[in-house]
Structure formats: C-alpha cells, structure tokens
C-alpha cells in the first residue's frame, strides 16, 4: 500500500485523492482471492474512512484478535465496491 497523494492521484486518474492505492498483491493472497488488483483503491477499512497509510494501521490495531474478516471499500476506475478479505 502507498498513500495516494495528489501527484499520484492525477497520474492514476484519480479525481479525489483521499485513500491509499495498493501497489503490489501477492498470488494467492486473501487480497488476491477477494480480486483486489495493484492501483485499487482503499477508501474504507470496517466502515472508517482511509485517507493515509496511518488510518490503515490505526484500523488493524483496533481490531479484535479473533475477528478473521475485514470489510474494505474498494473504487477501481470509479466504481466502488465492498470486498471481505481473510486476515491473521
């Protein structure tokens, strides 16, 4: 993940440059099973909005340890979409 700064907002084509952008997912990972892609973007954790990398950490940290699923929003080329993704 990188943080989706108004440089690399434009240079996406991404008109609102508030979330971070995923820039690498590995075969086989729970993010590459829920269809996440490099230059999706994460707007969303559990319902909180990401505008950086911190809120994104901050996210995960609350978690409980027993919960196994996140629900993240996810925009590709405009469109918006929820995805649950297997974590720990």
Request: proline share 8%.
């Amino acid at each position: 993940l990188q943080d989706l700064t108004p440089e690399l907002a434009r240079r996406l084509g991404i008109p609102d440059p508030k979330g971070v952008v995923v820039t690498d997912v590995r075969p086989n990972s729970p993010a590459a099973e829920a269809g996440i892609k490099e230059g999706d973007v994460i707007r969303e954790i559990d319902r909180s909005p990401v505008n950086a990398l911190e809120d994104v950490e901050k996210a995960m940290a609350r978690k409980p340890r027993d919960e196994k699923q996140v629900l993240l929003r996810v925009e590709r080329q405009g469109a918006g979409r929820y995805v649950v993704i297997e974590v720990g």
